[in-house]
């Protein structure tokens, strides 16, 4: 469709309606407008007017260059930890060749602490087998260890009392190479057949063989303490020995309440006393073992409270554990009169 000119206008504005698929297309001044999909053409810049400069196109600014990072230094890798130092680095006492005599430096250390630790120099050949042991106060208690020679050197492990520290008194740490035919081959091939080449003061002729022996002695505590413990451990025993006699002497007095099958009120009494003292005798037995642990010479202690529990019961043959029970008295006491 076309407007006429109005008014004899020198300028015409035409309009077109063209169906391109689209609602319509409008020519408005150089300007495209689709209404069908909603996108608009922007319009073009329009042309410099004469005799005006072109405007100056922008462009951004030039930023300078950013430098580089700095290189990494090279890592260096650290250092692997330095070995501890041997036990035996502060014994520096020259040992004379084996060819000469055999040689066994015992030293006790970490005694302090109640906990001692048993260093040994040595001039036995490396990978030598050697057994370590402390004796306390009552000597018949022997803790054991083993080791092995290194670098000349041998180091016990940590001897203690069940875990906790040894109690004041007088120790001694041992230390002894069991007989050759136990060792290694090769150890075996240097000290010789049957130790033929072992020589010194510290070799000995065992009964299946020649050892080496050698000790030191070291105390836990002070004297004051160590008196103090050892007269408490004799106190304790005497205890122990006293209530057991008197807990048998309990058992053999119930013997009337025996064997009374028709009687219920004498196997009710039975009943009631076999409780009361059964467990009186657990606690009695569970002090003799303590005892026994230090001392091995108190095991008659040990014997008379396994029996006595028997003795104070209700059985027919009750006096006959009662009996075994003071053997076991008997015993303990022939071995502390010798002493």
């Keep these: ?113 109640g906990r001692p630790i048993i260093v040994v120099r040595t001039n036995l050949p490396d990978q030598t087998n050697l057994m370590f042991s402390v004796r306390g106060p009552t000597p018949d208690r022997m803790r054991q260890s083993r080791a092995s020679v290194s670098s000349g050197c041998a180091v016990s492990e940590t001897f203690s009392d069940r875990g906790e520290p040894l109690g004041p008194g007088r120790y001694t740490a041992g230390v002894t190479m069991p007989i050759v035919g136990t060792q290694p081959e090769a150890i075996r091939s240097i000290l010789g057949d049957d130790g033929a080449n072992l020589r010194g003061p510290l070799v000995a002729d065992g009964v299946v063989g020649r050892v080496v022996e050698a000790s030191e002695s070291f105390s836990i505590g002070t004297a004051t303490e160590a008196r103090t413990a050892a007269r408490d451990r004799r106190a304790e025993a005497r205890r122990v020995r006293r209530e057991l006699a008197a807990l048998i002497a309990d058992g053999r007095r119930m013997e009337r309440l025996r064997n009374r099958e028709n009687d219920l009120n004498a196997l009710r009494q039975c009943g009631e006393r076999m409780r009361q003292l059964q467990a009186r005798g657990r606690q009695l037995r569970t ?49 502390h009169r010798s002493r």
């Design 1 to 113: 469709m076309t407007a006429d000119n109005q008014g004899g206008g020198k300028s015409t504005t035409t309009w077109i309606l063209v169906g391109l698929g689209c609602a319509g297309l409008v020519l408005v001044g150089g300007c495209f407008l689709c209404t069908c999909s909603g996108m608009m053409s922007l319009p073009a810049a329009p042309p410099p007017a004469v005799g005006e400069e072109p405007a100056p196109q922008t462009t951004p600014p030039a930023t300078s260059p950013q430098p580089a990072p700095p290189a990494a230094a090279p890592t260096t890798p650290s250092p692997d930890p330095e070995p501890p130092p041997s036990p035996c680095a502060e014994l520096e006492n020259e040992l004379p060749p084996l060819e000469r005599r055999v040689a066994l430096e015992v030293h006790p250390t970490n005694v302090d602490q």
């Design 287 to 335: 002090d003799a073992e303590s005892i026994v642990r230090d001392s091995p010479t108190a095991m008659g202690l040990s014997e008379a409270a396994t029996h006595v529990h028997l003795c104070v019961s209700c059985l027919d043959r009750a006096l006959s554990y009662c009996r075994d029970a003071e053997r076991g008295l008997r015993s303990y006491d022939r071995e």
